[in-house]
T-cell receptor, first 109, second 115 residues
C-alpha cells in the first residue's frame, strides 16, 4: 500500500529552527508537496520538490532524497504565526496526491 | 471574488436530509477536487474532475454525488448521510490534473455535522 509518515506533533521555541520530517512509500513518484494549514483554515501551498536537493524560500526550505523516500521541511527564525499543521503529500505514478496526516507545530514564546 | 470559494461554511443536517455543497474557482483552472478531512487523519481524495469529466472516484459511497457543470463550479450532493460522514469537506483546484508542479489551491471548506 501507499504510505506517508510524519510526526503527529512537534514543539519549538520562537526564534529557533525546526525540522519536520516526512517519509514515504508510494507506487511511483512525481513530486512532493508541503502545505501549511492553520486551524480552521484551508491548506496553503508552501513548496514543491521533484529533484533531489534543497529548495529555499525565505525562512522555509524543503529537502528531498528520492532514493531514501525522505523529505524534510525546515523552518527558520520561528514566529508565533508559524503555529499550524504541516502536511506532506506525494504525487504517485497516476498523478494522484497521497497525503500524510500532518504535523501539528506548536510554537512557544 | 478570488481563489476558491465554498458555501456553506458550516452545515448541520439530519440523516434523512438532502443538501448540496458548492465550490467555485476563479483561477481559470482545469481540474477540481473534493476532499474529506477528518481529525488527525490524512486528507481523503473523493473525486477529481478534469475539464468537467470525472477522472477519479476513490470508492466513495453513493450517498455522495458530485456534479461539475463547468470548469469553474463543482457541487457535492449529499443524501442519507451517516454520523461518521461528519468532517471538513475541502474543495481544491489546479491548472491540470497531471503534469509537473500543479499545486492545488484549496477553498476554506465546509464543516459538516450529521446528526
Amino acid at each position: 500500500g501507499q504510505n506517508i509518515d510524519q510526526p503527529t506533533e512537534m514543539t519549538a521555541t520562537e526564534g529557533a529552527i525546526v525540522q519536520i520530517n516526512c517519509t514515504y512509500q508510494t507506487s511511483g513518484f512525481n513530486g512532493l508537496f508541503w502545505y501549511q494549514q492553520h486551524a480552521g483554515e484551508a491548506p496553503t501551498f508552501l513548496s514543491y520538490n521533484v529533484l533531489d536537493g534543497l529548495e529555499e524560500k525565505g525562512r522555509f526550505s524543503s529537502f528531498l532524497s528520492r532514493s531514501k523516500g525522505y523529505s524534510y521541511l525546515l523552518l527558520k527564525e520561528l514566529q508565533m504565526k508559524d503555529s499550524a499543521s504541516y502536511l506532506c503529500a506525494v504525487r504517485d505514478s497516476n498523478y494522484q496526491l497521497i497525503w500524510g496526516a500532518g504535523t501539528k507545530l506548536i510554537i512557544k514564546p | 471574488e478570488t481563489g476558491v470559494t465554498q458555501t456553506p461554511r458550516h452545515l448541520v443536517m439530519g440523516m434523512t436530509n438532502k443538501k448540496s455543497l458548492k465550490c467555485e474557482q476563479h483561477l481559470g483552472h482545469n481540474a477540481m477536487y473534493w476532499y474529506k478531512q477528518s481529525a488527525k487523519k490524512p486528507l481523503e481524495l473523493m473525486f477529481v474532475y478534469s475539464l468537467e469529466e470525472r477522472v477519479e472516484n476513490n470508492s466513495v459511497p453513493s450517498r455522495f454525488s458530485p456534479e461539475c457543470p463547468n470548469s469553474s463550479h463543482l457541487f457535492l450532493h449529499l443524501h442519507t448521510l451517516q454520523p461518521e460522514d461528519s468532517a471538513l469537506y475541502l474543495c481544491a483546484s489546479s491548472q491540470d490534473s497531471e503534469g509537473q508542479g500543479n499545486e492545488q489551491f484549496f477553498g476554506p471548506g465546509t464543516r459538516l455535522t450529521v446528526l
